[in-house]
């Protein structure tokens, strides 16, 4: 067995303010896998994110990404973890920040020492992959929230990431956009951790789920024997959507 | 049945600008001119010495700016700017007019007589002064920001190693000012849905507050860009483009700005004397 793209083992964590978050989180994700990230509001699913690429300092237990150990005062080896984990954050506005669309997913690989025209086949890369290369040099402002939504993964996918990490995907957007960034995830190589309520989407998508609850790990399991669980979902403030049901 | 489908045209004025609702990049005026073609950092380069020999012209050699006021709107017109645009735009220097145009009444020294008023002939030298080249300014900087896009005038302080700090927080509050804005409209029609009117001193404080909000809700959309920029490598450099070295031409191109004020300001000097 390869080395899990994804490995944490007893991890807590609390805020400066004593509010503690997670309560000793194991996961281990193996390459290629999608996995979801189910939980309630205030489960630690953001906190946990957060420690993926040492955003958060592990406080206690340990992160690796491929088998690096993630450690936020090793500044060499965090750039490293930061090109092996890409995340996707909610609002998009929020991760586009360069003037136009193509030089914020310029922005990463530049961060990595790429120059010239291997910069500029990475970007159209990732915007090929996502659909948005006509975009290019458009700046993020004018584009729909779909659109700004899938050139935000394209500024993640330039970084030739070992794991994808995206909060909350398919929130605020419309049946096709929603859609469309299903078919471009599914469309991807790379092992995927996607925070989500979406049930749906989730089953879609991932073929494993897990459920964060009190920072902690509650389940972890296929999808579909998650989400089929009528009593574990209610324990854990999850439901699917009315008049949606799962064979 | 199908009646219910039928369209409701309404008669809208077609908005002409631009770029109508990006407020980042408002002033710019979308031209084909060699004005608009040329390097933003040359450009730069050109307004601010041009200025500095127009501020440098004693305000006595009047015939001078004669010549700068007709060589900055023959650029001007070079640079496809309507005249009217141009004037609109120059009356944001009013409020510093106003000052000027008071000097005349306080100061010392020789005074004299100008119909009802009895003016002071330094200050008035100083106010016209502060009027004459203060409007050359005004109206170099607007055929340079109407030809040319805040994103380019940015690159071309960066080129000129403007330290890359103020470049960057500069371009950050060009993408940002429209999501903000964006943020204080949805407040706005929030607070208009329910009834709110702004009429007086006393719904201040609901504007205060909402300023307050939208402040906190910046500032931690700042901190949430900065962990995603983290995520993806920053190390405090933002990329930019490769450096094109100009032709001589082009500089030479750029040049004739200031140089045409300068060539005006010595032949007015040598017949003035």
Redesign the interface.
């Known amino acids: 067995m390869s080395t899990p793209s994804l490995e944490i083992k007893e991890l807590a964590f609390a805020y400066p303010d004593g509010n503690q978050a997670l309560f000793g989180v194991n996961l281990s994700i193996n390459k290629g896998e999608r996995v979801a990230l189910l939980g309630p509001n205030g489960a630690g699913k953001t906190t946990l994110v957060m420690h993926m690429n040492g955003i958060h300092p592990t406080a206690q237990g340990s992160v690796r990404i491929a088998g690096e150990l993630v450690d936020a005062k090793n500044k060499d080896s965090l750039k490293q973890i930061r090109a092996k984990v890409g995340i996707v954050f909610q609002d998009p506005d929020d991760q586009l920040f360069m003037p136009t669309v193509g030089e914020d997913v310029a922005f990463g690989p530049y961060n990595m020492g790429k120059r010239g025209e291997e910069l500029d086949a990475i970007v159209k890369n990732a915007l090929d992959l996502v659909g948005m290369a006509e975009f290019k040099d458009r700046p993020p402002h004018h584009l729909s929230f779909g659109q700004r939504r899938r050139v935000a993964v394209a500024t993640v996918l330039a970084m030739k990431p070992e794991i994808l990490v995206l909060d909350e995907p398919s929130s605020n957007l419309d049946p096709a956009s929603r859609r469309e960034l299903a078919d471009i995830l599914r469309s991807l190589d790379i092992t995927m951790v996607m925070v989500t309520h979406d049930l749906p989407y989730a089953n879609e998508l991932c073929e494993r789920a897990v459920i964060l609850k009190g920072g902690i790990i509650v389940a972890d399991g296929s999808t579909h024997n998650i989400l089929t669980n009528k009593a574990l979902l209610e324990a854990n403030r999850l439901e699917l959507p009315v008049g949606f049901s799962i064979q | 049945m199908l009646e219910s489908l039928k369209r409701t045209r309404v008669n809208t004025q077609v908005q002409t600008h631009h770029h109508g609702h990006?407020v980042g990049e408002r002033l710019y005026l979308h031209r084909h001119s060699i004005v608009h073609e040329t390097a933003s950092y040359l450009k730069v380069i050109a307004a601010i010495t041009f200025i500095l020999v127009a501020v440098s012209t004693p305000i006595t050699n009047w015939q001078a700016f004669i010549g700068y006021f007709i060589w900055v709107l023959t650029v001007a017109a070079i640079a496809k700017i309507p005249f009217t645009l141009l004037f609109k735009r120059a009356l944001i220097e009013i409020p510093f007019i106003f000052f000027a145009i008071l000097m005349p009444f306080f100061g010392s020294g020789e005074r004299f007589v100008a119909g009802p008023f009895n003016l002071y002939r330094e200050g008035l030298l100083a106010g016209a002064g502060i009027v004459v080249k203060g409007t050359l300014g005004v109206l170099t900087a607007i055929i340079l920001s109407t030809s040319t896009t805040a994103?380019e005038i940015l690159r071309g302080l960066e080129r000129l190693r403007l330290p890359a700090l103020m470049v960057q927080i500069a371009?950050?509050m060009?993408?940002?000012v429209?999501?903000v804005n964006d943020e204080m409209e949805r407040m706005k029609v929030a607070r208009d849905s329910r009834g709110f009117e702004a009429t007086g001193i006393k719904h201040w404080k609901v504007i205060a507050t909402a300023a307050g909000a939208l402040f906190i809700r910046s500032y931690e959309?700042g901190e949430?860009?900065h962990?995603?920029?983290?995520?993806?490598?920053?190390?405090g450099?933002?990329?930019h483009d490769?450096v094109e070295k100009s032709k001589a031409s082009d500089w030479l191109m750029v040049l004739i700005y200031p140089l045409v004020a300068l060539v005006i300001l010595l032949i007015t000097t040598l017949i003035g004397n």
Do not use: A, H, I, K
């Open positions: 990006d994103r371009s950050f060009l993408r940002y429209n999501v959309r949430r860009v962990l995603s920029m983290l995520s993806r490598g920053y190390e450099v933002l990329p490769e």
